[in-house]
T-cell receptor, first 115, second 116 residues
Framework: GQQLNQSPQSMFIQEGEDVSMNCTSS?????WLWYKQDPGEGPVLLIA?????ELTSNGRLTAQFGITRKDSFLNISASIPSDVGIYFC???????????????FGQGTILTVHP | ETGVTQTPRHLVMGMTNKKSLKCEQH?????MYWYKQSAKKPLELMFV???????ENNSVPSRFSPECPNSSHLFLHLHTLQPEDSALYLC???????????????FGPGTRLLVL
């Protein structure tokens, strides 16, 4: 089946630093999504990407849909303590058929921000 | 608030118990999902319902039984679970648009399940 490699697995940074994480796939995706999960909560959608090469921002967050359709990255600028959490990438490959709607998730990046 | 609610938020059950997890979405979506999240593992898709019809069962053991009475509600019935079934169970919903690959899934807060 499809697999996503998300890296790094964890990051320990100082407040104010920029953060970058990425996901790579062995197969092509048509949609890339980035989620954040706080402890004890469900993932919350941060950014959705639908076109190869697309670059989208949401406040201090910026994500890009790789031109090869096999990767995506998420950048967080000027990190703050509330950025702490687990960040997941998710991709979807098929536009139809029985896999329509099925997302493949990365393993997550655990972000710790020191004040 | 994502518009997807789940109850209970926490559940402890014995291996011989029967319990149910409930999910409700207030977003007018037509697709609902159950995921299992275990420590240090990617989210695992369990079931997909599209317009109340089950369209995917990801080789889930029969001790997990989903029910989707309408497009706003989704249940997961649990029976004779094992300790390794302890995990966070997440519900999600999306609006499927035929012909376009642009539905985004919105998650509930999850039910933290502990099987003793």
């Amino acid at each position: 089946g499809q697999q996503l490699n998300q890296s790094p697995q964890s990051m320990f940074i100082q407040e104010g630093e920029d953060v970058s994480m990425n996901c790579t796939s062995s197969s092509i995706f048509n949609t890339w999504l980035w989620y954040k999960q706080d402890p004890g909560e469900g993932p919350v959608l941060l950014i959705a990407l639908y076109k190869a090469g697309e670059l989208t921002s949401n406040g201090r967050l910026t994500a890009q849909f790789g031109i090869t359709r096999k990767d995506s990255f998420l950048n967080i600028s000027a990190s703050i303590p509330s950025d702490v959490g687990i960040y997941f990438c998710a991709g979807r490959a098929n536009a139809g058929g029985t896999s329509y709607g099925k997302l493949t998730f990365g393993q997550g990046t655990i972000l710790t921000v020191h004040p | 608030e994502t518009g997807v609610t789940q109850t209970p938020r926490h559940l402890v059950m014995g291996m011989t118990n029967k319990k149910s997890l409930k999910c409700e979405q207030h977003l007018g979506h037509n697709a609902m999902y159950w995921y299992k999240q275990s420590a240090k593992k990617p989210l695992e898709l369990m079931f997909v319902y599209n317009f109340k019809e089950q369209t995917e069962n990801n080789s889930v053991p029969s001790r997990f039984s989903p029910e989707c009475p309408n497009s706003s509600h989704l249940f997961l019935h649990l029976h004779t679970l094992q300790p390794e079934d302890s995990a966070l169970y997440l519900c999600a919903s999306s609006q499927d648009r035929s012909g376009r690959s642009q539905e985004t899934q919105y998650f509930g807060p999850g039910t933290r399940l502990l099987v003793l």
